[in-house]
């Protein structure tokens, strides 16, 4: 800017300051605000051409222009911030607009799924004993010899301790590492763990070398129970299990004993109860006998009870295991236990809901 003098000078910063306020004041957005600094304060806007020529100016020109070029530059930067501000605050406010929630709006409900039937099934079992004042024990999976089969009075050659039907697990341990192949075990870790008297149910899920059918799984779950005290006798298994069957089946359930044997009761007994589908007339759910056959049961073998140093002179009680699966069956009328593992929805959600 060639020969300005203060007049020129005083006149141009005027009107940049004018402009400036006036492009800064009406920015709209802060894009807007910056590109209205750029034009009042930045290199090529002609309030910088005054402060480029200051030099050329008369020593007391030059003070007097120097002060006014602070003055508008000032006043341009205050206007610029105060409008940032307004600008930000606006800007909030519509982020905060967009990303309003309606709360009167209708909510979506979820799909409310259902437990599985198995789960229904097992916590039933469960809940009808807890009434009766067992206590609910659980347990690992992973077993040694010594509970699944040695404390259980089950002899070194018997043949469900070979790995045609058990499935050993090749890591060292403590003696033979197993997948359990009933809950039986643990009768002994309760009883290794207190004093009668012992009332207690363990539901739980148990591995054998099978081949999948209708009736059998490799892995499936049972339910054990036990009762130990003095004076337990055989009619407090059968009343027991007769109550439990009602409860589970319908108040006119019958239920039939007959003689059986595992190597940790004496006597032990298979527990059958009526069809329900034919009412005991015979029909193909029980193979047209009339009873369909739920658990086995029997009283606690004197050897088991010593295993886990209990007095068996004083001490007497029963145990019994049963499926979940085949319970399942036949509350349900499920003709194929597999079903039960498939994960087909249709078929999960016809069971109760939750909630
Ligand atoms: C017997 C006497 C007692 O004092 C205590 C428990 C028992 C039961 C014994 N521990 C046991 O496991 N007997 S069992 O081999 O006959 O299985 C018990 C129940 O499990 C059967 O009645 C059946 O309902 C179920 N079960 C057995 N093998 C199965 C199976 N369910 C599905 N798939 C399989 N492969």
């Not at 304060?41 to 020593?59: C, D, H, I, M, N």
């Not at 009808?128 to 089969?149: C, K, L, Q, S």
């Not at 407090?236 to 009761?265: H, S």
């Amino acid at each position: 800017m060639a020969a300005m003098d203060a007049t020129d000078a005083a006149r141009i910063l005027e009107e940049s300051l004018e402009r400036g306020l006036a492009g800064i004041r009406s920015a709209g957005s802060l894009d807007e605000l910056e590109a209205a600094q750029v034009a009042a304060l930045g290199r090529k806007a002609p309030f910088s051409g005054v402060q480029r020529s200051l030099g050329s100016l008369p020593e007391e020109a030059r003070r007097e222009v120097g002060r006014r070029v602070n003055g508008v530059r000032e006043a341009l930067r205050s206007a610029v911030e105060e409008r940032r501000v307004v600008l930000q605050e606006a800007e909030g406010r519509r982020l905060l607009e967009s990303d309003r929630v309606d709360v009167t709006l209708r909510g979506r409900r979820p799909r409310a799924g259902s437990l599985h039937p198995l789960t229904l099934v097992e916590r039933q079992v469960c809940e009808i004993f807890v009434r009766m004042g067992y206590r609910v024990v659980t347990g690992d999976e992973v077993e040694t010899d010594w509970y699944n089969f040695t404390a259980l009075n089950i002899p070194p050659d018997h043949p469900a301790r070979t790995e045609k039907d058990t499935i050993y697990l090749d890591v060292p341990g403590p003696g033979d590492l197993l997948l359990r192949t009933e809950t039986s075990a643990m009768q002994i870790h309760t009883m290794e763990g207190q004093e009668p008297p012992v009332h207690i149910v363990a539901p739980g899920r148990v591995y054998r070398k099978e081949t999948p059918d209708p009736t059998h799984l490799p892995v499936f779950h049972q339910v054990e129970g036990l009762a130990v005290d003095e004076g337990i006798t055989f009619a407090d298994l059968k009343g027991t299990l007769l109550a439990f069957a009602k409860a589970m089946f319908g108040e006119d359930q019958r239920v039939r004993m007959t003689p059986d044997y595992f190597p940790f009761v004496e006597p032990g007994a298979q527990l059958a109860v009526s069809c329900f589908i034919c009412r005991g007339r015979g029909c193909r759910t029980c193979k047209g006998t009339g009873w369909i056959e739920l658990l086995g049961c029997g009283m606690v073998h004197p050897n088991v009870l010593e295993n886990v140093g209990y007095d068996a002179e004083r001490y007497t009680g029963f145990a019994f295991g049963m499926g979940v699966e085949r319970v399942a069956l036949l509350r349900y009328g499920v003709p194929d236990m597999r079903m039960f593992y498939e994960g087909d929805v249709r078929f999960l959600e016809q069971f109760e809901r939750v909630g």
